[in-house]
C-alpha cells in the first residue's frame, strides 16, 4: 500500500501551485477592498476566494483519486476528483451569486472607492500570479495528453486538447484563463473608476466578473457531471488503443470495444479476433501479450480481453464509428 508522502507527490501539481497563490492573492485583495470600498476589488477578492478553495478541495481530491484500486474497489478511484469537483463548483456558483449580487448593488448605490494606486498594484500581482499558474496548467495539459508543443504553441495546444486532460488540470486551467481576465478587467474598472467620473463602471465590471464565474460553474460542472455517470473515452484515445491492439501481428480484427474514463485514467474492454489455427495455450498466450502492451500506457490502469477466432468479416472501422458519433 502506497504511503500518503507517495500519493501526495502523484496529485495534480497545477491545482496546488493554484491553491497556494490565490490564497495569497484573495489575503492581499481582501485587504485592499476593505481599505479601498473598491466594487471590483471586492468581485476580484471573491474570485480568488472560490479559486483557493476549490483548488485545496481538487489537489486533496487529486491526491486520493491516486490510490490503486482495492477488492472492494476494483475499478479505482479515479471519480473520487469528479466529486470534489463537483463540490469545487457549488463553492463557485455561491462566490458568483455574492459577486453579481453585490455588482447590482454598486450599478444601485455608487461608491467613490480610494487606493487606487494599492488597488492597481495588487491586481497587477494577481495577473501575474494567475498567468503564470495558467501557463503552468497549460503545460501539464501538454504533458497529461502526451502532445510536443513549445513555446507560444503550449497555448494552441492547450485548447486543442484540454477536453482529454485530467478534471482537476481542466478546472485549473478554466478558472485561471477566467481569473487572469477577471483581474485584468478589475484593473481597468478601477483605473477608469480613479481618472474619470464614471463610478458606475465599478459595478459593471463587478457583475461582468461573476457571469464569468458562472460560466466556469456550468463548463466545469457539465465535464464532471458527465464523468461521474461514466464517460467514453475520446476518440483519440480509442484510436490510440487500437492501434496498440492491431500492432500485434496475430491479431486481425477488433471485433468489439469498449473505454470507460475514469478521471484520468482508462478502462479497456475488447474482444480481439485472432488469426485461424492456434491453439486454445497459444491464443492466451496472445491476448496476454496484447494485455501487457496496453497496461504499458500510463494512462491505461485496466484491460479486459476476450478472444475470437477471425471471422473473415471487418468489425473494427474507425469511420463507420465517427459517423455514429
Not at 476494483?74 to 456558483?93: D, L, Q, S
Not at 457531471?225 to 488503443?241: H, S, T
Request: net charge negative; hydrophobic share 50%.
Amino acid at each position: 500500500m502506497e504511503s500518503t508522502w507517495e500519493l501526495i507527490k502523484k496529485g495534480n501539481t497545477s491545482s496546488a501551485m493554484a491553491a497556494l497563490g490565490n490564497t495569497a492573492l484573495a489575503i492581499g485583495k481582501g485587504i485592499a477592498a476593505a481599505i479601498s470600498g473598491s466594487g471590483p476589488m471586492f468581485a476580484s477578492t471573491m474570485h480568488s476566494v472560490a479559486d483557493a478553495v476549490n483548488q485545496g478541495f481538487v489537489f486533496t481530491g487529486s491526491v486520493l483519486a491516486e490510490r490503486r484500486p482495492t477488492r472492494r474497489f476494483p475499478t479505482g478511484f479515479g471519480r473520487v476528483i469528479n466529486i470534489f469537483c463537483m463540490v469545487a463548483v457549488i463553492v463557485v456558483t455561491i462566490m458568483a451569486y455574492e459577486t453579481v449580487r453585490e455588482g447590482i448593488h454598486l450599478l444601485q448605490h455608487p461608491v467613490e472607492a480610494s487606493g487606487y494606486w494599492l488597488n492597481a498594484l495588487i491586481l497587477a500581482a494577481a495577473i501575474a500570479v494567475d498567468g503564470f499558474v495558467l501557463v503552468k496548467a497549460m503545460k501539464e495539459i501538454s504533458r497529461e495528453t502526451r502532445v510536443d508543443a513549445k513555446g507560444l504553441g503550449i497555448v494552441s495546444a492547450a485548447f486543442r486538447n484540454v477536453g482529454r486532460a485530467a478534471p482537476p488540470t481542466r478546472l485549473v486551467f478554466y478558472e485561471d484563463v477566467i481569473a487572469t481576465t477577471g483581474a485584468l478587467l478589475a484593473l481597468i474598472g478601477v483605473t477608469v473608476s480613479h481618472f474619470t467620473d464614471f463610478n458606475l463602471l465599478d459595478g459593471i465590471v463587478t457583475i461582468l466578473i461573476g457571469f464569468l464565474m458562472l460560466g466556469v460553474v456550468f463548463k466545469v460542472g457539465y465535464d464532471n457531471m458527465v464523468g461521474l455517470i461514466g464517460v467514453a473515452a475520446p476518440r483519440v484515445v480509442e484510436e490510440k488503443v487500437a492501434g496498440i491492439i492491431l500492432s500485434d501481428p496475430d491479431v486481425t480484427d477488433i471485433n468489439k470495444m469498449r473505454i470507460l474514463q475514469e478521471g484520468r485514467f482508462y478502462h479497456v474492454e475488447s474482444y480481439i479476433e485472432l488469426r485461424a489455427g492456434f491453439s486454445l495455450a497459444e491464443a492466451d498466450d496472445i491476448k496476454f501479450r496484447v494485455r501487457d502492451k496496453l497496461l504499458a500506457d500510463p494512462d491505461i490502469t485496466d484491460v479486459t480481453l476476450g478472444i475470437l477466432e477471425d471471422n473473415g468479416v471487418r468489425d473494427w472501422n474507425p469511420e463507420k464509428l465517427k459517423e455514429l458519433e
